[in-house]
């Protein structure tokens, strides 16, 4: 298999994002390159099944001893239990500080491996090998990993960056069609942020992504393209990396009046309602032309994803419900928010100060 090369260049933690169909099959001289002895996969039911057997014997014909550890799949895995299983399984294996925790599935299984990973022995080195579309394009790159608590979602963590990321686009053609499209809400948020062509080629080739063409490798590659220049510029999200919030604000004030109950909303969806919205808010707001809101949500149709408030299965809220979710969400300043806004497709901005009453205006004509 031949695989595209994204490369993340932060000093001395650099590392490469490969992408390509069949990796996990072909790569064991890759990861074996890394000079580790042992790995441990942490993977999910899902996942492990499918995958972890041939993906372990590939490890293994390198030289590497490797152990499985699988865990429940679901959010609810992010959870302080499941990090203690982590760890204490990948000490059982005698992982040292050369060697590697390798994450075998979805954003879940990624954000708590990679936390693990990052305190077990105060830090070993860690792999990352995205198994939905939302982990290949989004949260296997920038080193944010972290697990749940009671008081909120990823407020226990840490940034590793990883030392590897394989992104092997055939396992995705096992993924569930609805998680395929609330990853591709991602994928279309990179061309929403600051590049118009890349948006305008998706309209074009989405139908390539889904089917497993070549378009899939290219898709998940210029998205990894596009977060790592913004992970680069801003690696502790200080300052412009807040632009892949474009879409969040109410994509999670949703999530949250949906009580993440993924029956009814996943991430994705949430966001792709929230990138509607948030060029919906620009046009009310006289930033953006309401073409380019009515092309977005003509696109995220097609391709079966949620676009208004009315979508929302059992209800979207009241008014005030959804300002309340908003204000929650830690861009709260005073009486004002700050959203990402845009100009057109491809030309988003941070906008703080946007006052709660136009949010609440806006809210009123789309409820
Ligand atoms: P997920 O990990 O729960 O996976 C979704 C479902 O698909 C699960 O049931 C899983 O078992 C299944 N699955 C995974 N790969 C499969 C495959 N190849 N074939 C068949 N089934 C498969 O969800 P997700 O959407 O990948 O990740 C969501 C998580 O990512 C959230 O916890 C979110 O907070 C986190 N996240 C983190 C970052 C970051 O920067 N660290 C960014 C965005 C999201
Ligand atoms: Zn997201």
Redesign the pocket.
Known sequence: ASALTVPVPLGERAYDILVGRGLIGTVGSRIAALGARAAAIVT?E??GP?YAQAFSDALQTHGLRTSVITLA???AT?SYASLERVCDAVLEAKIERGDLVIAL???????LAGFAAAVVRRGVRFVQVP??L??QV??SV?G??GINSRHG??LVGAFHQPSLVLADTA??D???LR?MR??YAEVVKYGLIDDARFFAWCERNWRGIFEGGMERDEAVAQSCRAKAAVVVRDEHETGDRALLNLGHTFGHALEKITAYDSARL??GEGVAIGLNLAFRFSAALGLCPISDAERIEAHLTSVGLPTRLSHVPGGCGTVDELLDAMAQDKKVKGGSLTFILAKGIGQSFIAPGIEAGKVRTFLMSEI
């Not at 599935?105 to 954000?111: A, L, Q, S, T």
């Open positions: 999910d899902h996942v499918l799949p679901g959010e992010k599935g979805g954003g879940v299984i990624g954000d198994t939905t939302l982990a989004d949260s920038g944010k990993t979602k990823n396992l995705l096992t993924l569930p998680e609330a990853g996943v991430h």
